[in-house]
Nanobody, 125 residues
């Protein structure tokens, strides 16, 4: 059974950092493009970042640029989202998603095939 499991969320003060992990179970991630998404209460889901299966291409939402870094360790079948300089508006449930896709591009949102259950990130003093 193919599963994605997010971890690393929690409560952090404004200006703090968290590193989220997205681990694959039942398959290896090396042929999959991975995206990170978030959804805050009362708001629509939004894309945060993505990384191609090769790792050669990454994209960031404007809200994440300069503060978040996506990376992958295919040997561990894990993708990371390093989040620095966190702000209260970053508070949301963060999800990772996977799409079988070779090459050097990120999928469109509707192309993602597998989704994790999410991890809560709360930024508050």
């Amino acid at each position: 059974q193919l599963q994605l499991v997010e971890s690393g969320g929690g409560l952090v003060q404004p200006g703090g950092s968290l590193r989220l992990s997205c681990a694959a179970s039942g398959f290896t991630l090396d042929a999959y493009a991975i995206g990170w998404f978030r959804q805050a209460p009362g708001k629509e889901r939004e894309g945060v970042s993505c990384i191609s299966s090769s790792g050669g291409s990454t994209n960031y939402a404007d809200s994440a640029k300069g503060r978040f870094t996506i990376s992958r360790d295919n040997a561990k079948s894990t993708v990371y989202l390093q989040m620095n300089s966190l702000k209260p508006k970053d508070t949301a449930i963060y999800y990772c998603a996977a799409k079988l896709m070779y090459g050097n591009r990120c999928p469109r949102v509707y192309e993602y095939e597998y989704w994790g259950q999410g991890t809560q990130v709360t930024v508050s003093s």
